[in-house]
Antibody
Framework: EVRLVESGGGFVQPGGSLRLSCAAS????????MDWVRQAPGQGLEWVGR??????????EYAASVKGRFTISRDDSQNSLYLQMNSLKTEDTAMYHC???????????????WGQGTLVTVSS | IQLTQSPSSLSASVGDRVTITCRAS??????LAWYQQKPGKAPKLLIY???TLQSGVPSRFSGSGSGTDFTLTISSLQPEDFATYYC?????????FGQGTRLEIK
């Protein structure tokens, strides 16, 4: 059974930093691209970013709203995904979901499994 | 690429046929997925490649379209289908979502 369990959320002041983690199990983590998706309270889904796998040099993509502030990384030996969030803003307040990308083929890289999320609140 | 869903919300009854539209700001071939999200839950994949039903998803769900215009149809609404639905494009980065369509019980 595929499981994705996020942790590390909490309350932080504007300008602060936070690191989210996602523990993956039930599949070959190292084979898959992984995404972060967030959802502000009462709002829709926003794609945050992606990290590719080792054969694709662990390259990353980011939404414009977080580029330069957020960094996605992974540790395949620990089956773990991370999201380092710096210079946090109030508009970063959201539930953050870790998500598995189905396939590395362009156009087939939809999300087939989601974690339940971890809540980040940015407020003074 | 911007995705615009319509309607933003919809009231319908059990047994109704419902269609939700997703329009892309530029052509995305068939690189579109649909997700269902219930309150307090993570989204669930329904359809990928615009029209391919994910394993385990009931056949009353169907998707169609290519280029810029796509539809998600539920042929006969069941009580468990009342949720919010999102489309996502897989043609270019960033992988944007539509704003969502909230399907409510009439």
């Amino acid at each position: 059974e595929v499981r994705l369990v996020e942790s590390g959320g909490g309350f932080v002041q504007p300008g602060g930093s936070l690191r989210l983690s996602c523990a993956a199990s039930g599949f070959s983590f190292s084979d898959h691209y992984m995404d972060w998706v967030r959802q502000a309270p009462g709002q829709g889904l926003e794609w945050v970013g992606r990290i590719r796998n080792k054969p694709n040099s662990y390259t990353t993509e980011y939404a414009a709203s977080v580029k330069g502030r957020f960094t996605i990384s992974r540790d395949d030996s620990q089956n773990s995904l991370y999201l380092q969030m710096n210079s946090l803003k109030t508009e970063d307040t959201a539930m953050y979901h870790c998500a598995r990308v189905h396939d590395n083929v362009w156009g087939s890289d939809y999300i087939d499994y989601w974690g339940q999320g971890t809540l980040v609140t940015v407020s003074s | 690429i911007q995705l615009t869903q319509s309607p933003s919300s919809l009231s319908a009854s059990v047994g109704d046929r419902v269609t939700i539209t997703c329009r892309a700001s530029q052509g995305i071939s068939s690189y579109l997925a649909w997700y269902q999200q219930k309150p307090g839950k993570a989204p669930k994949l329904l359809i990928y490649a615009a029209s391919t039903l994910q394993s385990g998803v009931p056949s009353r769900f169907s998707g169609s379209g290519s280029g810029t215009d796509f539809t998600l149809t539920i042929s006969s609404l069941q009580p468990e289908d009342f949720a919010t639905y999102y489309c996502q494009q897989l043609n270019s980065y960033p992988r944007t979502f539509g704003q969502g369509t909230r399907l409510e019980i009439k």
